[in-house]
């Protein structure tokens, strides 16, 4: 499903609201929620309006769909990031599991105690990546896999300046609810070829495009 909005705070404020209604159903369905959000610049402002939303953020887990190994502390974080912008207020009573400056094994046993994730909002790039799943990134075909038992997974991504950690497929396929934002016409350019028949390891948007719950897809031009 695809939804185009006019403007950036449009897409922020209707995915925020989205969002909230699916986490405040799952904490009446069973009393806890889990949330995995990307890092970037397209979902800052959703995250800020996430942030004031009425719900019990108390009984909220939230993840970051990837990560920077880097410390909190820098600008590239998606941990710090986070920190800025969803959790504050209310909002930080959440419980974060940070992968910041982690090694998959040691986080690994904590993040598969959250799962499934009930809502995960993903970001995409132009060469259509998700998380940190990028085309041609080391141990992407592994991350790919329908039976990788890793829920996070290190990966190099071509000309990036740090190692990653990405969610791997089953955990993002395994979410109840999925969104991917978008905002530019570059990215909508990207999104259309991968709609296309292909390899997902050539565009690995392809994982959700193809996801059988199907992917709420929010797109802006910008402004």
């Known amino acids: 499903m695809l939804v185009r909005y006019p403007s950036c705070a449009k897409q922020a ?9 699916q986490l405040a159903a799952a904490l009446q369905d069973r009393g806890r929620a889990r949330l995995a959000v990307p890092g970037g610049q397209t979902p800052g402002a959703f995250l800020k309006i996430l942030s004031g939303a009425n719900i019990a953020w108390e009984n909220i887990d939230i993840i970051t769909t990837d990560e920077r190994l880097v410390s909190e502390s820098s600008s590239r974080s998606n941990a710090g990031m986070l920190r800025r912008t969803l959790l504050k207020g209310a909002a930080g ?8 400056a982690a090694k998959p094994k040691q986080i690994g046993p904590r993040l598969s105690a959250l799962l499934p994730l009930d809502v995960c ?3 995409m790039g132009a060469d259509g990546h998700i998380a940190s799943l990028f085309p041609k990134a080391t141990q992407l075909l592994s991350a790919l896999a329908p039976d990788c038992a890793a829920p996070l997974m290190a990966l190099d991504a071509p000309g990036a300046p740090e190692p990653r950690l990405s969610l791997t497929a089953p955990v993002i396929l395994g979410a109840r609810h999925l969104h991917l934002l978008l905002a530019g016409r570059e990215k909508m350019t990207a999104l259309t070829r991968a709609q ?4 997902v390891a050539d565009a690995p948007v392809r994982l959700v495009l193809k996801a059988p719950q199907g992917v709420s897809i929010h797109y802006t031009d910008g402004g």
């Open 93 to 100: 009573r959440a419980r974060f599991l940070s992968f910041a």
């Open 196 to 199: 296309k028949p292909g390899s």
């Open 121 to 123: 909002v993903l970001g």
């Open 13 to 21: 404020e209707a995915v925020a609201a989205l969002v909230a209604g």
